[in-house]
């Protein structure tokens, strides 16, 4: 085991629903990420990225197999922890489509809401948040409600959210499928960036093949299983 | 620290205060229910303490003139007067009069005493016009609620009564001002009948002497002697019933009371839940749009605690909103009311409690919905 790994799986199977219903989604996975890595994730539409993400992300449950986050074993055929949660909220950062920030919160209790429940204290998450708005730009923005910035602004807050847990991964579900070309650029370099300068593992689901040339790896899910290319 | 709760609350702040405000008035109405059943238990209780006897001697088997027809001789108060533990007795009369007034009648609760007896049931400290009755006839003292002025004349039976004292705060059980008249007016006009009749009924061999009854006698005891004793030897030589006051107070209390409390209690209860109806409903609704959200929140990690904190705050902070609406809107329309109204301090306490149980209650639903939430709703799987 390389104290390098972020994401290891083996033989990870997911399937919906049973008889009519049933769905095959995931069929005996086996893959490693590393560290540092800035992964792209590939597939038509309905092939089964967000659901693999979402149990990379402790969140939906695999039907069986073995996952490592780090160095720790979270599943084995069950969670091996009762709060898969807190695994969430200590290891892992989110990015979607949408940025999906709390309407009712100002920019900069966004990023501090999470930090707080895991016991940071205030004067410290702030001080981290506000280095992330300036490292992305918006710092005169930390008292506005984001309904008063713009798509990319906000999705670049999102970002900075993502990353107030100092997260080991960060999982990116399409997070410029919302942005033009420029933006999406934009943004791409900055997991890019991310991932070296933090040494996170980032996992991004991207439709647009002009990202890819920024993405150290191409995963990509092929009849059902994980495949690099 | 970031208090989601208030944050939301912000948020959303004219329609929190509006609910706030809507639920406020049904909680004011609440105190206000609360404070007429204060108000009718302070009433029943005027008369009593006003009169300030120690024994009260009714017909026998009955509970007295405050809850059922009472009808003793007037002389009894010799007969009562003679006992050794006995200070003073007189009797009494009470009968519900209509004044007229100029548009309508006026339900008043009369009194009637004697004059040269040596109980004078007209408390003093609350005459505020005038004197109390000299006369043995045609002389009335009324309340101040019954809008008449001194020297007014107010015509009840067929003679003309003159207002000679005003007095205020004096009221009946049931809320009905109170008014004075001598025991010989009242004997007049609750026991002797029309002229017509008088003939009818000599022509059938009747005779009426009912014109010397009175409703009760009222007494005081010697210092030393003790109440429930006396009340005890007395009820055995009279064949009457005999009640101490604070027994009477019981009768008149209970009487009077307990219908309107169940009544009230009833309202109360039912305001309650309606409140706390409402309080759940605009909670859930809320909770509702905000369920992307807490999907959200979830699924970034942030654990259950923070997010039904947030919800029970909301409807904590909702209920207690409401409360003090209640509490200024009370205030502002309770002597509009033609009834006695006594808002007290224990009754909005006890209102606070049944708020705050009712709040916790009312976030039951939008709790739920939270634990049940799915963390990757908003992103569609
Ligand atoms: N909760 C669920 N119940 C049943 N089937 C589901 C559920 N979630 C996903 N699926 C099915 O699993 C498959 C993979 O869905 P998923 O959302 O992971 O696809 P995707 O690759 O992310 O697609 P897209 O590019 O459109 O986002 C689909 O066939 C979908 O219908
Ligand atoms: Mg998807």
């Given amino acids: ?229 | 620290m970031i208090h989601l709760a208030k944050e939301d609350i912000r948020h959303t702040l004219g329609k929190f205060l509006v609910t706030a405000m809507g639920v406020g008035m049904l909680l004011g109405i609440v105190l206000i229910m609360m404070g007429v059943y204060r108000g009718m238990i302070s009433d029943a209780e005027v008369l009593l303490d006003d009169l300030n006897v120690d024994l009260w001697v009714v017909q026998g088997n009955t509970l007295g003139p405050f809850a059922e027809s009472s009808r003793v001789h007037e002389d009894l108060k010799y007969t009562v007067k003679s006992i050794t533990a006995i200070d003073k007795s007189e009797a009494i009369t009470f009968q519900n009069l209509q004044l007229p007034l100029a548009d309508r009648k006026l339900a008043v609760f009369a009194i009637g005493y004697d004059i040269y007896g040596e109980i004078n049931p007209i408390n003093l400290d609350r005459l505020v016009e005038g004197r109390v009755l000299e006369n043995d006839h045609y002389e009335i003292v009324v309340s101040d609620k019954t809008s008449y002025k001194l020297d007014d004349k107010i015509k009840l039976g067929r003679n003309f009564y003159k207002v000679v004292g005003i007095t205020h705060g004096t009221v009946a059980s049931g809320g009905d001002p109170l008014v004075y008249i001598s025991l010989k007016d009242a004997q007049e006009l609750q026991f002797t009948y029309t002229n017509k009749r008088i003939q009818i009924d000599r022509a059938r061999g009747i005779i009426n002497k009912d014109s010397h009854l009175v409703n009760a006698i009222i007494a005081t005891i010697k210092p030393a002697y003790n109440i429930d004793e006396v009340a005890q030897d007395m009820e055995k030589w009279l064949h009457k019933s005999v009640y101490t006051r604070a027994e009477q107070k019981v009768v008149l209390t209970r009487n009077v009371v307990e219908k309107a409390s169940k009544q009230i209690g009833l309202f109360t209860v039912i305001l309650v839940a309606v409140a706390t109806i409402i309080i759940a409903l605009i909670i859930y609704t809320m909770t509702l749009e905000k369920m992307k959200e807490i999907s959200i929140m979830k699924l970034i990690g942030l654990p259950n605690s923070t997010i039904i904190k947030m919800i029970v705050e909301e409807t904590l902070t909702l209920g207690l909103l409401a409360f003090i609406f209640g509490n200024i809107f009370s205030h502002l329309i309770y002597d509009k009311f033609p009834k006695n109204v006594l808002l007290e301090i224990r009754d909005a306490w006890l209102l606070f409690g049944i708020v705050i149980v009712a709040s916790i209650f009312a976030s039951f639903i939008g709790v739920k919905k939270v634990i049940n939430a799915d963390p990757t709703a908003a992103i569609g799987g």
């Fill in chain 1, 1 to 229: 085991m390389s104290n390098n790994q972020a994401i290891k799986v083996e033989n990870l199977n997911k399937a919906f629903g049973s008889g009519d219903a049933f769905v095959d989604v995931i069929h005996d996975a086996n893959f490693t990420i590393n560290k540092g890595e800035l992964v792209a994730l590939i597939a038509p539409s309905g092939a089964g990225k967000t659901t693999l993400l979402m149990m990379l992300g402790c969140v939906d449950k695999p039907n069986s197999g073995t996952i490592y986050l780090g160095d720790e074993k979270v599943f084995q055929d069950k969670w091996l922890t009762k709060e898969t949660r807190k695994i969430r909220r200590e290891k892992i950062g989110f990015i979607f489509q949408a940025h999906y920030l709390i309407p009712f919160l100002n920019i900069i209790d966004n990023l501090t809401l999470l930090p707080q429940a895991n016991g940071v204290k205030d004067r410290e998450s702030k001080q981290k948040a506000r280095e992330l708005l300036e490292y992305f730009d918006i710092a005169e923005k930390e008292n506005a409600m984001p309904s008063q910035l713009s798509g990319g602004q906000n999705q670049r807050v999102a970002i900075a959210r993502a990353l107030m847990n100092n997260p080991e991964i960060i999982l990116a579900d399409e997070p410029t499928a919302a942005l033009d070309m420029d933006r999406s650029t934009n943004v791409v370099k900055m997991l890019k960036k991310i991932a070296i300068e933090q040494d996170v593992a980032i996992v991004m689901v991207t439709h647009d093949d002009r990202m890819l040339e920024y993405c150290d790896k191409i995963m990509k899910i092929e009849n059902k299983t994980v495949v690099f290319i």
